[in-house]
């Protein structure tokens, strides 16, 4: 009930492409629900978030899409560029402030 | 300039001994969170502080103790009683406590404890 699922573990992508991680959850109670990008040796930082009072956010050339029925959100990197190489976690919470993490995706985007 | 900062960056620790990862953050936020990442997981809830004085436990508080005395500052020990104390440390902090939705968490650097 409290664990998040992220898919894929890795990913590789072509300069210009578009990246795509999935994350899928149990716990209906979570109202919001970030994602996080982690370069190497250093502490994650907030990416984008949504709430599940609608189906898309878009910052840029991040866009989370978020299926309430089905349980599920995604992230979409547009236009991939190698600074964009990165571990991405999402997460989802309700109310307490206690993040559940997802176990991350390696993403490379080759140039 | 404002943010979360941990030292140190690297510690290494000898089997048996306790260490203490500082935490301190200057962005006047209420909420205080200690997560252990490990290769290939996802980060892990260690303890976490509300308020000043008061702390709870998160999913894996075993072998660890906290202290919060200052708004700024939340200390992390990590105990001989912690069986496998190599990984990378981070601490992270937000606005405000819980009761109301949940607000973005910041997180420091982090600190790569090794225990040799």
């Known amino acids: 009930q409290q664990q998040v699922k992220q898919s894929p573990q890795s990913l590789i992508v072509q300069k210009g492409g578009i990246s795509i991680i999935n994350c899928a959850y149990e716990?209906?109670?979570?109202?919001?629900f970030p994602w996080y990008q982690q370069f190497p040796g250093k502490g994650p930082a907030l990416l984008i978030a949504?709430?599940?009072?609608?189906s898309e956010k878009k910052e840029g050339r991040f866009t989370i899409s978020f299926n309430k029925s089905a349980k599920q959100f995604s992230l979409h990197i547009m236009d991939s560029q190698p600074g964009d190489s990165a571990t991405y976690f999402c997460?989802?919470?309700?109310?307490?402030?206690?993040?559940?993490f997802g176990t991350g995706t390696l993403l490379a985007v080759q140039p | 300039d404002g943010g979360i900062t941990q030292s140190p960056k690297y510690l290494f620790r000898k089997e048996g001994q306790n260490v203490t990862l500082s935490c301190e953050q200057n962005l006047n936020h209420d909420a205080m969170y200690w997560y252990r990442q490990d290769p290939g997981q996802g980060l892990r809830l260690i303890y976490y502080s509300q308020i000043v004085n008061d702390f709870q436990k998160g999913d894996i508080a075993e072998g660890y103790s906290v202290s919060r005395e200052k708004k700024e500052s939340f200390p992390l020990t990590v105990t001989s009683a912690q069986k496998n104390p190599t990984a990378f440390y981070l601490c992270a902090s937000s606005i405000r406590a819980a009761g109301g939705s949940t607000d973005t968490q910041y997180f420091g650097p982090g600190t790569r404890l090794t225990v040799l």
């Open positions: 997460a989802a919470s309700k109310g307490t402030n206690k993040l559940i």
């Open positions: 949504i709430r599940p009072d609608v």
């Open positions: 716990n209906t109670a979570f109202d919001y």
